[in-house]
């Protein structure tokens, strides 16, 4: 299976767990201010990721460090119009009422055929978030799939 692929099985699964964890009679929060604001957090590679998300609820920058196979550095995503989206994909569906409500995003930097980087995002109650970020084929670096982070809104 391609690196690529893996990523996005990766990301698939992600939000499958979130949405069946969430399901779990959480009320609905309101979807006008889940995920508007600045926010920052750490990866599991112990490096921080930031972005900020307007408050038409589209993410406008994302800023995410990485630590991988000797690899280190920090990757800046601007003027970005990446939406949040409502209707988090349950698997098995349908989704319960609350999880329908939460929003979530989807970045891929590049090509998919090219070294890229994919963040996937889950808005979560109580101002967090939390989702995987994936580095694929970084030169003299290899791949870091999966990587899980949390963030909360400053």
């Not at 994909?89 to 989807?106: D, H, K, L, W």
């Amino acid at each position: 299976m391609s690196t690529e692929r893996k990523a996005a099985v990766w990301g698939a699964a992600f939000a499958a767990l979130l949405a069946s964890a969430c399901g779990s009679g959480a009320t609905s929060p309101s979807a006008s201010s889940m995920s508007a604001g600045q926010w920052s957090g750490t990866t599991a590679q112990g490096a921080s990721i930031e972005f900020t998300v307007s408050s038409d609820e589209i993410v406008k920058t994302i800023t995410v460090g990485y630590n991988f196979n000797g690899c280190v550095g920090t990757q800046t995503f601007k003027d970005l119009s990446v939406p949040t989206a409502l209707d988090v994909v349950c698997i098995p569906g349908p989704c319960s009422g609350p999880v329908s409500n939460y929003r979530a995003f989807s970045y891929l930097s590049g090509s998919p055929l090219r070294p890229n980087t994919s963040i996937n995002g889950l808005f979560l109650p109580s101002a967090r978030a939390q989702g995987l970020v994936s580095f694929s084929d970084f030169p003299g670096c290899g791949t870091a799939a999966g990587v899980q982070w949390t963030a909360t809104r400053r």
